[in-house]
Antibody
Framework: QVQLQESGPGLVKSSETLSLTCTVS????????WSWIRQPPGKGLEWIGY???????TYNPSLKSRVTFSVDTSKNQFSLKLTSVTAADTAVYYC?????????WGQGTMVTVSS | QSALTQPASVSGSPGQSITLSCTGT?????????VSWYQQHAGEAPKLMIY???NRPSGVSNRFSGSKSGDTASLTISGLQAEDEADYYC??????????FGGGTKLTVL
């Protein structure tokens, strides 16, 4: 069965870059679309963007200037980089499988932006 | 882009049927049959309950059903159970090739 696991620092300093990786097990990354979603503490879900293994990406317009996705097919991983972070970027970050709907989710990883 | 509109909270008694709404525009909900619904229990990752407006993934109870009329999508839960108490989110594809979540609805089972 497919499993997703987010990894990366749980604490990032303000103005620096947040970097997370999602490792896919039980399936090939070369088939589906893959997405990132985040959820600030006590708030709702926010779609960050999706990508295909080929490297094509689409980002949330509100984050587009700061976000970059990448993929490493040899490791069956895809990654998120978010630059110039502020306290507003503090959230649980989820990776998920899918484009129009997300049928498999990682457990989520909490990232706190500190000043 | 403004979030899709969902009621902040809805409540119902065990056994009842309730309907959660998700209102957008012709550029998102009304324009595409790519609305999905997620259930999220506290401290857990969201779970896909409905995709493509009305399709139920394998393993999801048939008490959950989805529909759409105009710019509003709906999730109906019949035979409400205590375990259905959770937050529910809708999301839709948009004319900008992006996706947009609703603000979420907290469902309380009385």
């Amino acid at each position: 069965q497919v499993q997703l696991q987010e990894s990366g620092p749980g604490l990032v300093k303000s103005s620096e870059t947040l970097s997370l990786t999602c490792t896919v097990s039980g399936d090939s990354i070369n088939i589906y679309y893959w997405s990132w979603i985040r959820q600030p503490p006590g708030k709702g879900l926010e779609w960050i963007g999706y990508m295909y293994y080929s490297g094509s990406t689409t980002y949330n317009p509100s984050l587009k200037s700061r976000v970059t996705f990448s993929v490493d097919t040899s490791k069956n991983q895809f990654s998120l980089k978010l630059t110039s972070v502020t306290a507003a970027d503090t959230a649980v970050y989820y990776c998920a499988r899918g484009l129009f709907a997300f049928d498999v989710w990682g457990q989520g990883t909490m990232v706190t932006v500190s000043s | 882009q403004s979030a899709l509109t969902q009621p902040a909270s809805v409540s119902g008694s065990p056994g009842q049927s309730i309907t959660l709404s998700c209102t957008g525009t012709s550029s998102d909900v009304g324009g595409y049959n790519y609305v999905s619904w997620y259930q999220q229990h506290a401290g857990e990752a969201p779970k896909l309950m409905i995709y493509d407006v009305s399709n139920r993934p394998s393993g999801v109870s048939n008490r959950f059903s989805g529909s759409k009329s105009g710019d509003t999508a709906s999730l109906t839960i019949s035979g409400l159970q205590a375990e259905d108490e959770a937050d529910y989110y809708c999301i839709s594809y948009t004319s900008s090739s992006t996706l947009l979540f609703g603000g979420g609805t907290k469902l309380t089972v009385l």
